[in-house]
């Protein structure tokens, strides 16, 4: 299957969104969140759209959907695994190709230059200047803050809201019988949108409502601990140390497969020096994290 561009109206409500958060497996938690010094509401429509798989563009649309800014934020960890690096990037001709009509044919504004954070801590914040037009009369900026989570920590520890979710705790998935995930634990991640990648077979997403495009098909059977789900002929048996849905003991998913997908960077692997490519589950409020 190849990714769409977007995904369907129904979920536009979350795209735009100012303030957008993403957990992974191996503990990093990361947000974006969009505010005026004012301390008014944003005038402006915030997105996220993937650049590349450690990489995102930040789009600020006015009432028209014209891009009046955007930005590339890249995010990397440390040898250690310890710290994070955020550099803001100019979006500049890679974005102008994939989106050429952002703002009405015209450059859309950016970064003059980069911006590099120094290396971030859990908990600390990075903060990225965005300019506005002057005629909404807001200072507005982007905060960025990653938080690192212990192995085995709770969802509630990892921040997430109890209700309407999918949670994956130390998930174990077999294929045709066959272990496809390693052993231990990681951390909880819990969303409104899940994920699991698996080394030489791509992503797997899962929304709790129906996403049109790119296709997803409502063939994942929720029970308890346990998530089934065929695709591509292929059997998956998924089993959670938690219930899987936060609101409901069983239900139905929506699941979508793509062979192609594979993260590039190391802020979704457990050890950040390894060349190794490895499992991971992660839970976020909008599947474009993920989804180009």
Same mark, same amino acid.
């Given at each position: 299957?190849?990714?769409?561009?977007?995904l369907?109206a129904a979920?536009a409500?979350?795209v735009a969104?100012v303030?957008?958060?993403?957990a992974?497996?191996n503990?990093?938690q990361l947000?974006i969140?969009?505010?005026?010094?004012?301390g008014?509401p944003v005038a402006?429509k915030?997105?996220l759209?993937?650049?590349?798989?450690?990489?995102?563009?930040?789009?600020?649309?006015?009432?028209?959907?014209?891009?009046?800014y955007?930005?590339?934020?890249?995010v990397?960890?440390?040898?250690d695994?310890q710290?994070?690096r955020?550099?803001?990037?100019p979006a500049?001709?890679?974005?102008?190709?994939?989106?050429?009509?952002?703002?009405? +044919?015209?450059?859309t504004?950016?970064?003059?230059?980069?911006?590099?954070?120094?290396?971030?801590?859990?908990?600390?914040?990075?903060?990225i200047?965005?300019?506005?037009?002057p005629g909404?009369h807001q200072t507005?900026?982007?905060?960025?803050?990653i938080?690192l989570?212990q192995? +085995?920590?709770?969802a509630?520890? @990892?921040g @997430?809201?109890?209700s309407?979710?999918?949670?994956?705790s130390?998930?174990k998935?077999?294929v045709?019988n066959?272990?496809a995930?390693p052993s231990? @634990?990681g951390?909880v991640?819990?969303?409104?949108f #899940?994920?699991f990648?698996?080394? +030489?077979?791509?992503g797997?997403f899962?929304s709790?409502?129906l996403?049109?495009?790119?296709?997803?098909?409502q063939?994942?059977i929720?029970?308890?601990?346990?998530l089934?789900?065929?695709?591509d002929?292929?059997t998956?048996d998924c089993?959670s140390? #938690?219930a899987i849905?936060?609101?409901?003991?069983?239900?139905?998913?929506?699941?979508?497969?793509?062979?192609?997908?594979?993260? #590039?960077?190391?802020w979704?692997?457990?050890?950040?020096e390894?060349?190794r490519?490895e499992?991971?589950?992660?839970?976020?409020?909008s599947?474009q994290?993920?989804?180009?």
């Amino acid at each position: 299957m190849r990714i769409a561009a977007c995904l369907l109206a129904a979920v536009a409500s979350i795209v735009a969104q100012v303030s957008s958060n993403v957990a992974l497996s191996n503990g990093v938690q990361l947000s974006i969140d969009a505010r005026a010094e004012e301390g008014t509401p944003v005038a402006l429509k915030a997105s996220l759209e993937p650049a590349s798989g450690d990489s995102f563009y930040r789009i600020f649309r006015d009432q028209n959907n014209l891009a009046v800014y955007a930005y590339e934020l890249v995010v990397t960890r440390t040898p250690d695994g310890q710290q994070f690096r955020v550099t803001a990037k100019p979006a500049t001709e890679d974005f102008a190709a994939r989106f050429p009509n952002a703002d009405g +044919g015209k450059p859309t504004p950016t970064l003059s230059s980069p911006l590099e954070s120094p290396p971030l801590s859990s908990g600390n914040k990075f903060v990225i200047p965005i300019p506005a037009d002057p005629g909404l009369h807001q200072t507005l900026s982007d905060t960025v803050q990653i938080r690192l989570n212990q192995r +085995g920590a709770t969802a509630a520890d @990892a921040g @997430a809201q109890p209700s309407d979710q999918i949670r994956f705790s130390a998930l174990k998935v077999s294929v045709n019988n066959q272990p496809a995930s390693p052993s231990g @634990a990681g951390a909880v991640v819990a969303g409104r949108f #899940a994920m699991f990648y698996i080394p +030489g077979r791509g992503g797997y997403f899962f929304s709790m409502e129906l996403v049109a495009q790119p296709p997803f098909a409502q063939v994942g059977i929720v029970d308890g601990k346990h998530l089934k789900f065929t695709v591509d002929n292929d059997t998956y048996d998924c089993v959670s140390g #938690a219930a899987i849905l936060t609101h409901s003991e069983r239900g139905q998913l929506w699941v979508y497969h793509d062979a192609s997908y594979k993260p #590039a960077g190391n802020w979704t692997k457990s050890d950040p020096e390894s060349s190794r490519d490895e499992f991971f589950t992660a839970a976020a409020d909008s599947m474009q994290w993920w989804l180009q």
